[in-house]
């Protein structure tokens, strides 16, 4: 008999059912600490404390809310103790999970004994508790200590259960010390991410997951606590998203579904979706202030306060930077603050509102061969108009309901948004004579192309729980539902210095509505099989007012004739007509999405997924009364999950194996002509990829490693620029040093990524160079203030950051146009230092 | 287990690993057609098709750059507003300026590397200028030819030399479409059939006729510019009304006739 593989012997050595699933397995007091008495504090006002507070992954008690006061001492001393709890996280569903936790402290005997109305003399507690130390007691051990009754509340929003290996709850936790330059980085947690950037600082990262090439966010619903972040009916690409408006210290917390399995996953979820989830751990007011490379300066509030959750926050960042190049100059202002609060014992609410504006300046793309030819620097540019800004303003809030077995959530939001990006790609080739203009030759490339969008969005679901066959049982009926008001406009500008629009592309008006229903059930058969899925509807309306419907007329009136304009008012013979043209579009899909999961055995959770997802095509694309087409993918996947605490629950461990295919009818491919990712034909995807987490108190990596094969159906040739694979790694050490200054201890951290990508395929049969570049960053933090010092690209390595061919011409080798595709690149950043000093004032040191 | 992996690898390799096609360099070489008969630093002997024996002392063609197209030689010659330049069609290019001389077979070389892929070219395109293509005014003489012709007792001793700038405006032929005869179309000689597929390394030659110049050319159409010796000459000017200043123009920009491209690998 041949041996089995290792894996193998491995998962099915671990085979033992050990809990139920679908259900949560509350957290569990590891090591107590008592309280000590403050020596001058007034009497307590009552003999316990109330705590609430969330027990972290970590297993430490974290963000904790006094809801009943013996006094801001007795508070004060109380939560000090709790601070050194240790506990054994919740687990669900096999996986450890953050749980928020009600604690009544009560004062041990000795303390309450000086309750008699008597405020004690200085060492009259000392006998049994001498100040500034605390008594260690392992749980259990000590029956005879103050009893500190614990009950599990559901205080916070419950995530929704697993669909299977390629569902990622993230939570960045330690890993945040891995030094990211915005919000989106925080994406490269989730494997086969690959992020690069043609429009610099401030123009939204171009996102790459899977095999995919999502561009900015197009194949990927990117939600912010629940708030869409896709931008429908934007001329850059339907689905649009700009990550920048987040405050990447507000990143509390990651949800990425690479692929559609969740019925709750909506438009955009062709890739995939990612959920960000934004909180503050850190209490009190903290002031970061940080200087580095290339004049670069950042400025960051952040608040929380000591009674509240972590999703009661506050934060506002400014920033600056020259850039490492030219014109790649940007600055940014960053503001964003949550309340969550409770109507009643079964009714919280959270509110928030964001706000952003950025301005920032582009490099483009260079021709190698310019480059070669010593005729453009590295970081140079061709045309220094290239740019943009953008600008967020919203507000939301939900109400969650929780009584018994029945939860409902609602939640509405108000978002405003406009952007504008100025972007060359093919210099002066793209401006054909047309014989109604003026004679003209090429009068530059450069698009200017600008958006304005209101949106109204609402979402909210009903759950029931049921007790059947001995297992829970859960349904959920849930909506979607998002209306958009869109201006968008794009022009060509003349080259040279001018801001002189010469031509325009479009001028729409749009009002797009996308309705979604759902349901979805988890239904339990056994403790260890479990189906989860449903069905998804999504009904997409459009009406576009094309503003600038005739661009051209065959047979023009010699007596009227058009002239240069770009938006024609006449047809043949020059017959007046509107320039106007009006379009209703609608169309229907149905997106049945199921998961079926096998475990957990010894914490081994064998999963496999099968969905539907679609992406609504750009307003200029549709046609009246025409059935509105979407792209339309199809994704399944297996998958092996483990997830445990491992060496005495010392190294809390997961891991994942998985093994993956999607195949999308209308796949978006970038076009150098247009900037932008336009249709093109049907593609599949085939790969695999390992993830693995470690963490402890000492240190928290991460690693994953995706290798995926994206193919055109009918040629069977590779999709260009999408990575076949990606490796990253995340790493952080976190630990007090051994010795102590003015008698409070020392704390050290520092945390690394490293980022390797293969040779991505190119157009016409050529790879582009390899991505290897590591970051890194190190702090001390003592008592209030912390002082740290990041370093992005580490080794400096130069490198191309996105690599492209197709042709252009930006006239550096006059007088003929070079017409042919040729090798163009941006460049990655070089290293780049930032020292950051922050202090916090009212939070736990 | 090891099967199943083994499939997975078999097909993630895939039958291929690549987006298709590749980008390809290449020379370029020009001069005087095989057929022709030309002898290097020998005048040229021929009968026109109008029955003038000529004798061609000098047949010199300027092209600037030469492109490579996708686009089918009878679509795009169909096309009637095609613009001069369309963008995302281009399979090879050679930017530098050569001049030709058409009365030497031995292959002359481009001084530029070409440049293209190796998607199928269907037709090519001779930019007959050294400057912008759309410039007003251009200065460069793009043929310079020199001979005598004789029909008869008639004898024609000529010289010519033909520039495409301002004296080669066309009106457009409708008000409403001023840029319908842009001087562009009037220095691109296009399409020239030429179905190949580049290779890395290959050759392009460009082949040039120069009977073709003066197959239609009536030679007792010229101008005399002076008596003794007899001299004749071709006016450099669209304006001219004499059938041989037209002929040779039309010759010279001819998409069939004076030129053709092989490739060889």
């Known amino acids: 008999m041949r041996s089995l593989p290792l894996p193998l012997v491995v998962l099915f050595a671990l085979l033992a059912p050990r809990a139920r699933a679908g259900e949560v397995v509350p957290p569990e007091v590891v090591t107590r600490v008592e309280a000590v008495a403050p020596a001058t504090a007034p009497p307590p006002s009552q003999d316990h404390v109330l705590l609430e507070f969330t027990v972290t992954v970590e297993g430490r008690a974290g963000d904790v809310v006094v809801l009943e006061s013996a006094g801001p001492a007795w508070d004060a001393a109380a939560r000090e103790a709790l601070s050194r709890w240790v506990f054994k996280p919740a687990v669900h569903e096999g996986t450890i999970v953050a749980s928020r936790t009600r604690l009544s402290f009560a004062m041990p005997a000795v303390l309450l004994a000086r309750d008699g109305g008597q405020p004690d003399d200085a060492d009259a507690g000392s006998a049994a508790h001498p100040p500034h130390s605390s008594e260690v007691i392992e749980d259990g051990a000590d029956g005879a200590h103050a009893d500190h009754a614990m009950s599990t509340v559901i205080t916070g929003r419950l995530l929704p259960k697993s669909r299977g290996a390629s569902d990622l709850n993230i939570e960045v936790g330690k890993l945040s010390l891995v030094p990211v330059q915005t919000a989106g980085e925080r994406l490269k947690l989730a494997p086969g991410v690959l992020l690069t950037n043609e ?229 002066f080739l793209s401006d054909v004579q047309l014989p109604r203009q003026s004679p003209h030759g090429q009068r530059g490339d450069l698009i200017d192309r600008d958006s304005e969008a209101v949106t109204v969005s609402a979402r909210g679901y009903g759950k029931l729980r049921k007790r059947l066959f001995e297992q829970s049982q859960e349904l959920e009926l849930g909506y979607f539902a998002r209306y958009d008001v869109v201006q968008g406009q794009q022009q060509r500008l003349l080259g040279g210095d001018s801001n002189t629009p010469y031509a325009k592309d479009y001028d729409l008006s749009s009002r797009l509505s996308d309705v979604g229903l759902y349901a979805d059930a988890n239904l339990n058969f056994t403790s260890w099989l479990s189906l989860r899925g449903g069905v998804r509807a999504d009904l997409l309306t459009y009406l576009v007012n094309n503003a600038c419907a005739v661009n051209d007329v065959r047979r023009p009136s010699p007596s009227n004739a058009p002239g240069d304009a770009s938006c024609l008012s006449q047809r043949d013979f020059g017959q007046y007509r509107e320039p106007t043209e009006r379009v209703s579009a609608f169309g229907t899909a149905v997106m049945p999405r199921v998961s079926l999961l096998v475990g957990p055995f010894k914490g081994v959770t064998v999963t496999g997924s099968f969905g539907d997802g679609v992406r609504s095509i750009d307003p200029q694309f549709v046609s009246e009364n025409k059935e509105t087409p979407f792209a339309a993918i199809r994704a399944w996947e297996g998958g092996v999950v483990f997830a445990d605490k491992l060496f005495d629950e010392r190294l809390d461990f997961s891991a994942r194996g998985v093994v993956f295919g999607t195949r999308v009818d209308k796949d978006l491919v970038f076009s150098e002509q247009e900037g932008r990712n336009v249709i093109g034909g049907s593609t599949s995807r085939l790969g695999g990829l390992l993830q693995a987490r470690a963490r402890s108190s000492l240190f928290d990596v991460q690693a994953h490693a995706t290798f995926v094969r994206s193919q055109f159906d009918d040629t069977g040739l590779l999709v260009p620029y999408v990575p076949d694979l990606v490796v990253r790694f995340d790493g952080a050490v976190f630990h007090d040093l051994p010795w102590k200054l003015l008698g409070a201890p020392v704390k050290a951290s520092a945390g690394v990524g490293v980022t390797y990508v293969g040779r991505r395929a190119l157009p016409f049969g050529q790879r582009s160079d390899v991505i290897f570049v590591t970051d890194a960053n190190a702090e001390l933090a003592w008592r209030w203030v912390t002082v740290g010092l990041s370093a992005t690209n580490l080794f400096d390595n130069r490198y191309r950051l996105s690599e492209f061919n197709f042709a252009s011409d930006f006239q550096t080798t006059p007088p003929f146009p070079t017409l042919v595709p040729v090798r163009h690149f941006t460049a990655g950043a070089p290293r780049a230092l930032m020292l950051t000093l922050a202090f916090n004032v009212g939070g736990a040191s | ?96 300026g050569l001049e030709v001389d058409a009365l030497d077979p031995t292959p002359q070389p481009f001084p530029a590397e070409g440049l293209g892929s190796d998607l199928p070219t269907r037709s090519a395109s001779l930019w007959l200028t050294n400057g912008d293509v759309n410039a007003p005014d251009e200065r460069t003489v793009v043929l310079r030819v020199e001979g005598t012709a004789s029909r008869g007792a008639d004898v024609y001793p000529f010289v010519g030399s033909v520039r495409i700038g301002s004296n080669r405006v066309t009106p457009p032929r409708n008000p409403a479409l001023p840029s319908s005869n842009p001087i562009c179309e009037q220095r691109i000689v296009t399409p020239i059939a030429f179905d190949a597929t580049l290779s890395p390394g290959a050759t392009v030659q460009l082949f040039v006729d120069p009977r073709a110049y003066f197959a239609s050319v009536d030679f007792a159409t010229l101008e005399p510019v002076s008596q003794a010796p007899a001299t004749y000459r071709f006016r450099d000017e669209t304006a001219s009304a004499a059938q041989a200043d037209t002929a040779l123009f039309n010759a010279l920009r001819a998409n069939q006739g004076p030129y053709r491209l092989e490739l060889t690998p």
């Open chain 1, 199 to 427: 429009g610099g600082d401030g123009h939204p990262e171009r996102i790459f997951m899977r095999g995919f090439d999502a561009r900015e966010g197009q194949d990927i619903e990117l939600s912010v606590d629940g708030v869409p972040v896709n931008d429908s009916g934007n001329l850059h690409g339907n689905g649009y998203a700009d990550l920048n408006f987040i405050i990447p210290e507000l990143v509390e917390n990651l949800r990425v579904i690479e692929g559609p399995f969740d019925p709750r996953q909506g438009n955009y979820a062709v890739a995939g979706s990612a959920e960000y989830e934004l909180g503050l751990a850190k209490k009190g007011l903290t002031v970061k202030a940080s200087a580095g490379s290339f004049n670069a300066q950042r400025l960051v509030l952040l608040w929380s306060p000591e009674s509240a959750s972590s999703r009661t926050y506050g934060g506002v960042s400014l920033q600056r930077a020259d850039g490492f190049g030219q014109n790649r100059g940007s600055q940014s202002a960053r503001a964003a603050a949550g309340y969550e609060g409770r109507l009643s014992e079964t009714t919280s609410f959270r509110v928030r509102a964001i706000g952003y504006t950025a301005g920032f300046r582009s490099a483009g793309v260079v021709r190698d061969d310019d480059f070669r030819a010593g005729r453009l620097g590295f970081f140079d540019t061709y045309d220094a108009r290239q740019g943009g800004d953008a600008t967020r303003a919203s507000v939301s809030g939900d109400v969650h309901y929780h009584l018994g077995s029945f939860t409902a959530h609602q939640q509405a939001a108000l978002v405003f948004r406009s952007s504008r990006v100025r972007e060359n790609f093919t210099g």
């Open chain 2, 1 to 96: 287990m090891r099967r199943l992996g083994l499939a997975l690898g078999v097909a993630l390799a895939g039958c291929g690993s690549s987006t298709g096609n590749a980008l390809v360099s290449f020379r370029a070489t020009a001069g005087a057609a095989p057929e022709v008969g030309a002898v290097t630093g020998q005048p040229l002997r021929f009968t026109s098709a109008r029955g003038f024996d000529v004798t061609l002392t000098t047949a010199r063609v300027f092209v600037g750059a030469l492109y490579l197209s996708t686009v089918e030689p009878t679509t795009a010659s169909g096309a009637l507003e095609a613009p001069c330049v369309s963008p995302g069609i281009t399979t090879g290019e050679v930017r530098g």
